[in-house]
């Protein structure tokens, strides 16, 4: 019986401090903030504290060169437009195997004559024929150029059904015979500006003045009775032209390239009542040796309309349209 009061006495001296415990100030331990939050943090010392972040680095300035600001200052070399040779000469024929050519020749104060529509038709003129042609230029985006072009055809008596009447002469009859010479010289002074230039094309301008020289001989037969007639005009030309040209090269040893230059001009001052001119060139040209030799293929058009009035200075006013297309074979000599 001793044993289990004294038992029992331990028992609740050990249990009271720990009810104690449980229950301070009203609170459980599952009401401590701290219960899950580890251990207090320690107290922080001056050299623990983190280093500070590097300053920025300052890119060293840099000196460009003075440039116009016209002009990128970075520029691929690939991109560049190569230079075109310093010097281009260029000759060749050109086969014209078509040829049209109207005629009228009149007489002042007289008869206007007769318009020869078709001079290959009614005057035995020559459907086709071969010229020579040479171009020369000099420079770089701006160039100076020459070229000239002589195209000449003689025909052959044909019988005429109609009477022919030039320079106030009856030249034939009906049933009558009738030949024509005609005589076509054309020459440029030109400058050519690349407007525009790359890599594999350059776009640019054409101005210049043409001289043209145009000359007709016209000689008829009368059959009732037999007679021989001549009339022979020659006119000289001077006029402006303007135009453009086109090349691409796809690679550096071939290239297309079209030229086209026109004239619509009427010069009262010197006795030129109406003149047009249209001229184009579209062909394409291949390298045989690098920065020497070329050899190039076209396709012409020409068609001129000229009425010269009294340029010629005699009392025989004439009036033409030629219409022409051809091919030329060009060799080229560059440097």
Do not use: C
């Not at 024509?180 to 640019?204: F, H, M, N, P, S």
């Amino acid at each position: 019986m001793n044993r289990r009061l004294v038992l029992a006495a331990l028992i609740v001296l050990f249990a009271a401090p720990l009810g104690r415990a449980e229950q301070d100030d009203g609170r459980s331990r599952d009401d401590d903030p701290f219960r899950d939050h580890g251990p207090w943090p320690e107290k922080k010392q001056p050299g623990d504290e983190p280093p500070k972040p590097p300053e920025p680095l300052t890119p060293p300035k840099v000196h460009l060169p003075d440039k116009d600001l016209s002009e990128p200052l970075l520029e691929d070399e690939k991109d560049k437009a190569p230079a075109p040779p310093l010097v281009q000469a260029d000759a060749g024929i050109v086969l014209w195997p078509f040829l049209r050519t109207s005629i009228r020749v009149s007489r002042e104060g007289g008869d206007r004559g007769t318009r020869i529509s078709s001079a290959e038709d009614t005057g035995g003129l020559a459907r086709r024929a071969i010229s020579p042609w040479i171009d020369a230029t000099i420079g770089r985006s701006v160039r100076f150029g020459l070229s000239a072009i002589d195209l000449r055809r003689e025909g052959e008596y044909t019988r005429v059904d109609e009477p022919v009447i030039a320079g106030g002469r009856v030249l034939a009859n009906a049933g009558g015979y009738l030949e024509t010479d005609v005589e076509y010289t054309q020459a440029d002074a030109y400058v050519q500006w690349d407007l525009l230039a790359g890599k594999k094309y350059r776009i640019g301008l054409i101005g210049g003045a043409r001289l043209i020289r145009i000359a007709s001989k016209l000689r008829g037969i009368q059959t009732q009775p037999i007679n021989l007639q001549t009339v022979s005009v020659s006119d000289v030309i001077w006029s402006p032209f303007f135009g453009g040209h086109l090349e691409f090269a796809p690679v550096p040893i071939f290239a297309f390239y079209a030229n086209v230059r026109f004239i619509d001009w009427s010069w009262s001052a010197i006795g030129l009542q109406e003149q047009r001119t249209y001229e184009m060139r579209l062909g394409f040209r291949a390298t045989i040796v690098p920065e020497l030799f070329t050899a190039a293929f076209e396709f012409r058009f020409l068609s001129s309309f000229l009425d010269p009035a009294d340029l010629n200075g005699g009392r025989n006013f004439s009036r033409y349209q030629l219409d022409a297309g051809g091919i030329a074979f060009v060799l080229g000599i560059q440097y």
